[in-house]
């Protein structure tokens, strides 16, 4: 119990902190939860009613699970959980499972494909249900992996956004566990004996690269345990300057009304010290067209 309670405390802090920063959840929203089945997102669904019960912000929540045909799929023990926990909630179903078989040729990882589909779908129900938000469960984990792999395989520097405005507008998707530890979440999910359904029913591969990256990370992690917590920082730590990204330097010279390079570290420039580097924060409400819309 004592484990549970800390676990809890610790969750509760990560994701009211989340929510604070990003400004992911206001009075009166209505917040779709979308349930899987997995860890992840039964402990948000866990961490969101805790949180629902204790604030002053009244807001309404509906567990969403979308049921893809998988083989052996046990929506009703699913149903069973999410009816114990006394949430509003809605069993869809659509065999998405068929048509990611027909489209993706044998051998290829069908996640990106399975997971449009479900998004889309996704989507749609939370207009429907009059939702004005959509949380997912994404943790810190999920963040870093996601900034490795776009840094090392697509050359660009990203990652999971927190909050994040769907293109046409209808939808604003949160992630109020992205300063959560995944080994907190799974822990967690262990002590509360949740009725975890894997995520390979497909029977898809899971993506080799991204099992590198967590390999990768897990490899680091035991020389040095602070290694994701650090690069979790760092997403929040931006130094424009000592990057390469002409147009936000561009944009952050405009805002600055000045040579974006002028007040930086010659120190640091000059390969000084890193932890001696001052960081400047790149405030993103003060750079035109870099807010967290798609
Ligand atoms: S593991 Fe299977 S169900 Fe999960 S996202 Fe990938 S294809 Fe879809």
Redesign the pocket.
């Known amino acids: 119990m004592a484990e549970r309670d800390r676990l809890e405390r610790k969750l509760l802090r990560a994701a009211a902190r989340a929510i604070q920063d990003f400004d992911l959840i206001g009075a009166g929203d209505r917040i779709l939860v979308a349930v899987s089945g997995g860890k992840d997102s039964l402990t948000l669904l866990r961490v969101l009613q805790l949180l629902q019960a204790r604030s002053p912000v009244k807001f309404g929540l509906v567990a969403v699970n979308l049921d893809?045909g998988?083989p052996g799929f046990p929506a009703a023990l699913l149903r069973r959980h999410l009816e114990s926990t006394g949430v509003e909630h809605v069993m869809l179903r659509q065999d998405t499972y068929s048509i990611?078989r027909r489209l993706v040729p044998p051998g290829k990882?069908?996640?990106p494909?399975?997971?449009r589909l479900?998004r889309g779908i996704l989507y749609n129900a939370a207009v429907e249900l009059g939702c004005t938000r959509i949380a997912l469960g994404h943790h810190r984990d999920d963040l870093v992996e996601t900034l490795l792999l776009s840094a090392l395989y697509s050359g660009a520097l990203k990652s999971m956004p927190p909050k994040l405005h769907s293109a046409d507008g209808r939808n604003v998707v949160i992630r109020p566990l992205c300063y959560a530890a995944e080994e907190d979440i799974a822990a967690y999910a262990r002590e509360l004996a949740f009725p975890v359904i894997p995520?390979?029913?497909?029977?898809?591969q899971?993506q080799l690269r991204r099992r590198r990256v967590k390999e990768l990370l897990a490899e680091l992690a035991a020389e040095h345990p602070a290694v994701k917590g650090n690069l979790l920082h760092a997403l929040g730590k931006v130094v424009p300057t000592h990057l390469l990204d002409r147009d936000l330097l561009a944009r952050l010279g405009e805002a600055r009304g000045a040579d974006p390079w002028i007040e930086e570290d010659e120190g640091a420039a000059a390969g000084g010290c890193a932890e001696d580097a001052p960081v400047v924060p790149l405030n993103l409400a003060a750079v035109p067209g870099a807010g967290d819309s798609e």
């Open positions: 893809q998988q990611v990882t069908a996640c494909v399975c997971s479900r995520c390979d029913l497909c029977g898809s899971p």
